[in-house]
């Protein structure tokens, strides 16, 4: 023991016996960019922390694994009454003006901008950092057979095309968060 | 906050253990801090290290893990083989530096 003591030494709990077989499990159902990142980062967080992860893509979720729309995800504010410009919380925009031409395209740059400048990837580079890491990502099968994809339209990194009964089969135990 | 003394230094932690103040690290300490939750120093671990007191004397903050990654060309899943578990927060527990912050 190379620690001698003037009070014994803390040491971090980094491997506690109690927060082993801890499991996570996400599913990401939306396809809109604002709704992609919770999820991504949620699992990033919870893989950092020694945490088995499961994602699980499904509906419009899909959106953020199939190679064709992954990197090219939109952010619309109508309906989004919470909508303001970065920086002016009590500077409301009217959601309507995001049904005119141009508002869309307009407001997912401006949430790029906004996510790059926190050293956040975009959501292809993100999905990689996941994989790296040891997020285990999963297609829904109802999902893909809707849109005629196979495993070759999706990322790479994607495990598998699999049943919900598969998913909740394999997330035994987890804790599940809908997004 | 507490003291304690770790391979003959005196340093100050906080409830988790941390060091509190980044200054009171030294190179040899590391290697202690390291056995403290059973990791062997390699060098690809110093190289690590190094990288992590650099930018955080530079940007007041630790470095994220994905930070780390793209600043030291080291791919995340070499980080998580020398880091088993939670390879940010052991980077900074044998660099001396707090917890990173960021989220990503």
């Given at each position: 023991m190379t620690a001698t003591?003037?009070?014994?030494?803390?040491?971090?709990?980094?491997?506690?016996?109690?927060?082993?077989?801890?499991?996570?499990?996400?599913?990401?159902?939306?396809?809109?960019?604002?709704?992609?990142?919770?999820?991504?980062?949620?699992?990033?967080?919870?893989?950092?922390?020694?945490?088995?992860?499961?994602?699980?893509?499904?509906?419009?979720?899909?959106?953020?694994?199939?190679?064709?729309?992954?990197?090219d995800l939109k952010f619309?504010?109508?309906?989004?009454?919470?909508?303001?410009?970065?920086?002016?919380?009590?500077?409301?925009?009217?959601?309507?003006?995001?049904?005119?031409?141009?508002?869309?395209?307009?407001?997912?740059?401006?949430?790029?901008?906004?996510?790059?400048?926190?050293?956040?990837?975009?959501?292809?580079?993100?999905?990689?950092?996941?994989?790296?890491s040891g997020v285990h990502l999963w297609a829904c099968r109802m999902s893909a057979d809707m849109n005629h994809l196979t495993e070759d339209d999706l990322y790479e990194g994607v495990e598998g095309i699999i049943s919900a009964s598969d998913f909740i089969e394999l997330t035994d135990g987890a804790q599940l968060l809908f997004i | 906050m507490t003291t304690t003394?770790?391979?003959?230094?005196?340093?100050?932690?906080?409830?988790?253990?941390?060091?509190?103040?980044?200054?009171?690290?030294?190179?040899?300490?590391?290697p202690e801090l390291a056995q403290l939750i059973g990791l062997q120093l390699s060098e690809d671990h110093w190289k690590l290290i190094h990288f992590l007191r650099e930018d955080y004397a530079a940007q007041g903050e630790t470095a994220t893990l994905r930070r780390v990654s793209t600043q030291t060309g080291t791919p995340v899943k070499t980080l998580f083989t020398l880091f088993p578990g939670k390879p940010a927060k052991k980077m900074?527990?044998?660099?001396?530096l707090p917890k990173p912050k960021g989220c990503v």
């Open positions: 003591d003037t009070a014994p030494a803390i040491v971090p709990s980094f491997d506690d016996p109690s927060s082993e077989g801890r499991k996570l499990a996400i599913i990401c159902s939306k396809g809109s960019l604002d709704m992609a990142y919770p999820g991504l980062i949620l699992a990033n967080a919870a893989i950092g922390e020694g945490v088995e992860t499961h994602l699980f893509f499904t509906f419009w979720g899909f959106d953020m694994i199939n190679k064709a729309t992954m990197g619309s504010f109508v309906g989004n009454t919470a909508m303001h410009p970065p920086g002016h919380t009590g500077l409301g925009i009217h959601h309507m003006l995001g049904a005119l031409p141009g508002a869309t395209a307009a407001a997912t740059a401006l949430l790029k901008k906004q996510i790059a400048e926190q050293d956040v990837p975009e959501v292809p580079e993100f999905l990689e950092l996941l994989s790296a | 003394t770790i391979a003959g230094h005196e340093v100050d932690v906080n409830e988790e253990g941390f060091l509190t103040r980044p200054e009171e690290w030294s190179e040899d300490l590391a900074a527990y044998v660099s001396g």
